[in-house]
C-alpha cells in the first residue's frame, strides 16, 4: 500500500471516530433528557386487585383463539412488564398474536399491613383466586399456568397443592427448587451473619434496595462493565434502546412481606424444605410427584440468579407422564425477554402449549 493511500485510510478511521464521538455526546445527552420507550403497552384490563395482588386480561389480537385461557403468574420481586416490553419485543403480545387468551398476575408493592403475608396466602388463596377469575371471564374451565421464576415456585406450589384441580399444563422458566444449588444467594443469606428475624421485625416488609442489592451481589462487576459498554455505544440507538428497557426493569425492584421474606429464606433457603419434601402450606404436605399435569420447565445456561443446579431437579420430582425440561442458552432475563428469547423459548413455548391448548 502506498504512503498515501495508508494515510488516506487513516483520515477516513479518524473521521469515523471522531463522527462516532461526537454521536455519542449528542446521544448522550438525549438519553439524560428522555425517559425511553413506554414498556408494559399492551392493551389490558385490570379484573381484579387486593393490595399486592392484581390480576390482568390482556385484549385479543387474533380472530381465533385457543380453548384453554393462559395464566401468566410474575416473579414477586419484580414488575410483569418484562414480558411485554414493547411492540416485537413482548412474550405477551406473541401468545396473543399466536391466539391465546393471556392473563397474568401481577405484583404491587405490599402495604404495610400486608407484612404477615406467606407463602400460604400466594399458593392457597391469591393464585386460586386469579385461577377462579380466569374460569369466570373466559367461560373454561380448564387453565394453562406459567409461572417465571419466584412466580413458577408459586404455580408449582399450587399444582402440587391442587392435583385434579383446573390447572390442564403446567409450564415454569428458571424455577428454582433445590435452594442449596443457588450458591451466592446462599453466600448472601448464611444464618451465621444475617440475622432475618431483626431485619423483618424491625422493617415490616423487606425493603426493595435490600432485594435490589441481593441480585446486584450476585455480580458485583456487571453494572460498572454495562455503564462502560452504554457509554462507548450510546451512538447506538438499538443498543441504547435495549439497554434503558432492561435497566429500568432490573431496578424496578418490589419490596417483599415480611412474613413471606422470612418464611422464604428459612424454609426454602436455609432449611431446602420444598427440594426435601418437607414443606407444609396451611398444614397441607407439599409433594411435587402429586403434579400430574404436563410440565415445560425451561432453564438457561448461563443463569447467575437461579442456576441450573437450583432449577434441574423439578422434571424428575414431577409426577408427570408428560415432561420436558429445555435448557437453553441465555441467562436468568435473557432466557424470557429479549432477541435470545424471540428466537429460543418463545416458539418453543407456542409449540409446546398450543397442541395442548385445544
Known sequence: M?????????????????DRALQRNIKGLEYLGSSGPRLGATPRDLLHQRGTYALYRY???????????LLLVMAVTNRGYILDLVP???????LLRQG???????????????????????????????????????????????GYCMGGVL???????????????????????????????SSWADKRYFDVDRLVDAAGNA?????????????????????????????????VKSYRM?????????????????QTIKELMWENRLFNG??????????????KIPLLHAVAEHDHIVPYEASRPLVALAGSADKQELVLKGGHVSLVAGGNAIKRLWPRLDAWLGKRSI
Open 278 to 291: 418437607q414443606l407444609k402450606l396451611g398444614g397441607r404436605p407439599v409433594r411435587l410427584d402429586r403434579i
Open 207 to 239: 425493603p426493595p434496595e435490600l432485594i435490589y442489592a441481593s441480585f446486584d451481589m450476585l455480580r458485583p462487576a456487571d453494572k460498572l462493565a454495562g455503564t462502560m459498554q452504554l457509554i462507548d455505544k450510546l451512538w447506538d440507538d438499538e443498543y
Open 2 to 18: 502506498s504512503e498515501t493511500a495508508d494515510s488516506e485510510s487513516i483520515a477516513t478511521r479518524i473521521r469515523a471516530e471522531v
Open 59 to 69: 385484549r385479543p389480537l387474533a380472530e381465533e383463539i385457543y380453548r384453554v385461557p
Open 246 to 262: 432492561f435497566d429500568r426493569w432490573a431496578g424496578d425492584i418490589l419490596p417483599l412481606p415480611g412474613e413471606f421474606f422470612r
Open 88 to 94: 416485537g419485543q413482548s412474550l405477551v403480545e406473541f
Open 100 to 146: 391465546y387468551d393471556v392473563f397474568m398476575v401481577d405484583w404491587n408493592p405490599p402495604r404495610p399491613d400486608e407484612k404477615t403475608l406467606r407463602l400460604e396466602d400466594y399458593v392457597l388463596e391469591f393464585i386460586p383466586d386469579a385461577v377462579r377469575r380466569v374460569q369466570q371471564a373466559s367461560g373454561e374451565q380448564e387453565v394453562n399456568l406459567v
Open 155 to 185: 404455580s408449582t406450589l399450587y399444582a402440587a397443592l391442587h392435583a385434579g384441580g383446573p390447572v390442564q399444563n403446567l409450564a415454569t422458566f428458571t424455577t428454582p427448587i433445590d435452594f442449596t444449588g443457588m450458591k451466592l444467594f
